[in-house]
């Protein structure tokens, strides 16, 4: 085989990527939040409920944005029932997912959750557009932005928050265009309500960054027709259209599955396309970025199954749901994903890995017991940490593949990000299931001169996970014979099923 080949020179350049490319999504599913970050009888809770195992996790992993508190859920959240003292909140069916919400943690806790994450920890809130509408949006927003003096923020305040919680960015909504979606709205109704709510937030404040519901994925029935009916309502009102995209290996078809991102880009391309001819028909020189405020991997037809075996009168609260536990060749698709997002960081502005802690998340826990790293957990740790600067244009010359999905795939799927201090880090992916995939990127004016390091997530075993009984079995390794020549050649070889990080500095 031939080795792929690519080029980097600072002089072609796609866009400086957003810190918010690396948000992540908390949602009342599940064990998401109860036992997943908050469990006040857990022995390493701190006063708050929340527990330190999973936090130091959380910072390791390095999200920034966290969108809060659905998803699905959000379409019958009642922001008022979830402030105020813990003994008074209500209890409330959660239709979305079959439980019970106990409205133990909520909209303060979120906020609290996030001083302790650290700076970079933003909220990111989701408004219930499905049941509910602009009134309760203003309340919400009033509720928590404003600083004093006016009946909701002085309820804040008497809650415990003297201070706003200053929230910037607000999701319209949640899958609007989704028929499971409580309040499911067609593009027409939708658009007029996102925009009503919108000119009204922007009342309040004009600075409040406002994201429209695009389509639940790209093979939607609706898909594009929805994000240009939306966007023509929308367009001086909005920053943001969002996407969301789950994927799994449709009937075991995983080479298929390995070229995932092949979807995602075409998604996101297809996507700006849209927007931007809504912008050039409106006669705009704005330009509607995107917030992929949902993707991941998620094997979605085991849900599907568990769903239609569920006691219609059982409502249970914080039931195991969406446990995915992520495998080797998971979390290749996944690092594919991540180098998707970056490779249209010129447009992607926001992006959340859906879901943080236990629901389809790169962290399990055990009530009363331990916090561990799922495979996923690891490519996004290194890309969140190293993948911030300016992207670099990689434009691949690569051997191929054939997928039945997608025809023929390119074995290398790669990016590079530029730092501040001239570093330069290569996330790359090799899709062949059999073969190391040798490669050779030529560096132009890079002035990088060594190679600092090259790690590697792959297995013998592509099925390897982290489990309870063993949550260290995958790991990252130092990959061998990774060279740069005094003329700018990086050779390296990547192995079979791997997710690959090389530092240059
Ligand atoms: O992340 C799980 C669910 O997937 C979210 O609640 C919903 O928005 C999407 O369908």
Known sequence: MHPARFTLDPAF???????????????????CVYTGIFEPDHPTADEA?????VLDLVRELGVTAIRYPGGNFVSGYKWEDSVGPAEDRPRRLDLAWHSTETNRFGLSEYMGFLRRLGPQAEPMMALNLGTRGVAEALELQEYANHPAGTALSDLRAAHGD??????RLWC?????????QTGHKTAEEYGRIAAETARAMRQIDPDVELVACGSSSQSMPTFAQWEATVLAETYDLVDHISLHAYYWPEDSDVDSFLASAVDMESFIDN??????HVGARLKSKKRINLSFDEWNVWYLPRWEEHAKGIDQRDWPEAPRLLEDNYSVTDAVVFGSLLIALLRHADRVAVACL??????????LTEPGGPAWRQTTFFPFAQAARHGRGEVLDVRVDSPTYETRKYGEADLLHATAVRAEDGTVTVFAVNRGRTAALPIEVALH???VTS??????????????????????????HPAEGTALTADGLLTATLEPLSWNMIRLA
């Open 172 to 180: 319209l909504g949640n899958e609007m265009d989704g028929p499971w």
């Open 451 to 476: 190679v600092v390091e090259h790690s590697v997530l792959a297995d013998a075993d592509p099925d390897a996970r982290n489990t309870l009984a063993d949550p260290e079995r995958v790991a990252p």
């Open 13 to 31: 350049t796609v866009g400086d990527v957003n810190p918010r490319l690396f948000g992540s999504f908390v949602e009342h599913l599940g064990r």
């Open 271 to 276: 996507v700006v396309a849209t927007a931007d």
């Open 445 to 447: 004016g890079l002035g």
């Open 162 to 167: 003297k201070d706003p919680f200053g929230i």
């Open 354 to 363: 859906a879901q943080l802690v236990n629901v389809i998340a790169p962290i």
């Open 49 to 53: 409920g929340l527990r330190q195992d």
